[in-house]
């Protein structure tokens, strides 16, 4: 079936600094990739949306600066938290979605940051 | 507009049936799915059903849809204590960019 690999699992930073986290397809070529984020006992917001070779498309409220997304190739897309404060401390997870028999969503295992 | 709801808490015990309930306002849902999220984990797809569909049916699962009133269901039978963990529904609509719209999730708590 269709794999979703999300690294790091888990990062701590320092204030200030950036942070990238990295989404990859394993097994099938994702024309689109869907980052969202997610606050203790709360649902998915989704960030943003990004197409193979064409730039993000984010979500209202969602400071594109901050987020830095890359979709460079059909089988990575990167989520860069630029210049990290405390308040970006969260889950972040990434979501794939393919073609043919890879149409469905398949989520990436989520990156735990937190910003000290 | 999207507006996905369902309620917060269900606590079941081992070997009962679990329902976990999803409301929608967009009638335009083409897909609507059930992911199960283990705590610290990414989301697990459980199943999903065309907004043509009435019910599915997949092992322990079983998803009823009722279109006209925008419910949708999904019913565990057996339910494991394995199976504690927040269960969200989530829509796609037909023009929405591909979005998935997430429901508030359900946090199932099997006792033994």
């Known amino acids: 079936g269709a794999v979703v690999s999300q690294h790091p699992s888990r990062v701590i930073c320092k204030s200030g600094t950036s942070v990238k986290i990295e989404c990859r397809s394993l097994d099938f070529q994702a024309t689109t990739m869907f980052w969202y984020r997610q606050f203790p006992k709360q649902s998915l917001m989704l960030m943003a949306t990004?197409?193979?070779?064409?730039?993000?498309?984010?979500e209202q409220g969602v400071e594109k600066d901050k987020f830095l997304i890359n979709h460079a190739s059909l089988t990575l897309s990167t989520l860069t938290v630029t210049s990290a404060h405390p308040e970006d401390s969260s889950f972040y997870i990434c979501s794939a979605r393919g073609g043919g028999i890879y149409y469905g969503y398949t989520f990436g295992s989520g990156t735990r940051l937190t910003v000290v | 507009g999207e507006d996905v709801e369902q309620s917060l808490f269900l606590s079941v015990r081992e070997g009962d049936s679990s329902v976990i309930n999803c409301t929608y306002t967009?009638?335009?849902?083409?897909?609507l799915y059930w992911y199960k999220q283990e705590p610290g984990a990414g989301l697990q797809l459980l199943t999903y059903?065309?907004?043509?569909?009435d019910m599915k049916q997949d092992q322990r699962l079983t998803v009823l849809l009722n279109k006209k009133d925008k419910h949708l269901s999904l019913r565990i039978a057996d339910t494991q204590t394995g199976d504690s963990a927040i269960y969200f529904c989530?829509?796609?609509?037909?023009?929405?960019?591909?979005?998935?719209?997430f429901g508030t999730g359900t946090q199932l708590k099997v006792e033994l």
């Open positions: 967009d009638s335009s849902s083409t897909y």
């Open positions: 990004s197409n193979e070779g064409s730039k993000a498309t984010y």
């Open positions: 059903i065309f907004s043509n569909m």
């Open positions: 989530a829509e796609s609509v037909t023009g929405g960019g591909n979005k998935l719209t």
